[in-house]
């Protein structure tokens, strides 16, 4: 394992208060990362390949729905099968 230790939020609130606006991975030394986010129908709505890129919640540029997403991701280190889990977006 590259890295020493993985956080991933479980919820976030991206209404403009500077606190909690975004949703993302934070480590050290990951590498080859690549994050999915899908809605409650399994429709993919946000990647990225960046861990330093973030979610803001939007989809399709509009704010998501308030809920529960799911998320997939695989970075080196991490089992072949990479790491599942769910955010809430509360606004």
Do not use: C
């Not at 993302?24 to 809605?39: P, Q, S, T």
């Amino acid at each position: 394992m590259l890295f020493r230790s993985i956080y991933i939020p479980n919820a976030f609130t991206p209404n403009g208060d500077g606190l909690n606006d975004a949703f993302g991975v934070k480590g050290e030394g990951i590498r080859d990362y690549h994050m999915y986010i899908y809605n409650r129908w399994g429709e993919m709505i946000w990647d990225s390949t960046n861990p330093h890129t973030t979610w803001d919640g939007k989809y399709n540029g509009q704010m998501a729905e308030t809920g529960v997403y799911v998320y997939l991701l695989y970075a080196q280190g991490l089992p072949k099968k990479g790491k599942t889990g769910s955010v809430t977006l509360v606004y």
